[in-house]
């Protein structure tokens, strides 16, 4: 059975002592929550702060990016093994603002993939299409590339660890959501590309989360849809009481 993952990305918000003060009142909030796996990603001068803050509690720590390489001479990035060093247990991987913004390709995405897992991290690897490619009938297409191209190399017993987070780009701080129909269809059609890579039975056992403008006005008819695992938050995820709202809702 899978347990359903509410992940927040904190992208590029937050100062240190807000990042601290927002972990220790999710931690507060959230301290009975057990059905739920709840990820709080930080921006990488919050990840020692968070960690501080939600020791002894029930949630996990996730970075929101790493480099593939163990070291080397690679300025304003950081490695998988420094992320562990902070206490990290996840880390966002392929996010589509990485993609656009620091043009972040299939190939990197893969090889960061393989580093993540060979380091211990476990992987959120983003997928998902931009408006023009949906207007063209080009999901599927997209989505299968980025999931394929992901998985180049991994074996089944390092796909287990990886868990999927189906964004359209389109839907990413525009406040457009896909219905929880369009949603629901894509996330069929990533555990089907799952089922075909490997089998049907990691395909079944992988998590799948959606991510686009979920808040807590839409977040319960999204994860009421069978095969939507959770979510992947951005904004709703800055500020305490939409969290929550999000986290409880993942539990019906």
């Known amino acids: 059975m899978r347990i359903p993952i509410v992940a927040g990305n904190w992208k590029m918000y937050k100062t240190v002592k807000e990042a601290y003060e927002l972990a220790s009142d999710l931690k507060r909030r959230l301290m009975d929550v057990n059905s739920v796996k709840v990820i ?52 966002i991987l392929g996010h589509s603002e990485r993609r656009i913004y620091f043009g972040e390709t ?14 211990g991290l476990l992987p959120i690897v983003c997928v998902g299409e931009k408006l023009e490619e949906r207007e063209a009938s080009k999901t599927e297409e997209v989505v299968k590339n980025h999931v394929l191209k992901a ?39 990533i555990r089907n590309l799952v089922s075909e890579r490997y089998d049907d039975n990691l395909a079944q056992k ?20 069978e095969g939507i695992d959770g979510a992947l938050i951005g904004g709703a995820s800055l500020n305490a009481d939409s969290f929550e709202k999000i986290v409880i809702s993942a539990m019906s």
């Open 40 to 91: 709080l990603c930080p921006p990488f001068p919050s990840l020692v702060t968070v960690k501080n803050a939600i020791v002894g509690s029930n949630l996990f720590l996730g970075a929101q990016n790493m480099h593939w390489e163990k070291e080397g001479a690679y300025t304003g990035e950081v490695s998988g093994e420094m992320l562990l060093a902070l206490g990290c247990e996840y880390v």
């Open 106 to 119: 299939n190939q990197m995405v893969n090889l960061k993939l393989k580093t993540a897992l060979n380091e």
């Open 151 to 189: 998985f180049e190399g991994i074996n089944s017993a390092q796909a287990e660890l990886v868990t999927l987070a189906y964004e359209p780009v389109w839907a990413i701080g525009t406040g457009k959501t896909a219905t929880p129909k369009q949603a629901a269809e894509v996330h069929r059609y």
């Open 206 to 225: 992988t998590n799948i989360l959606y991510g686009g403008s979920v808040k807590p006005e839409n977040s319960e008819e999204l994860l009421n849809e």
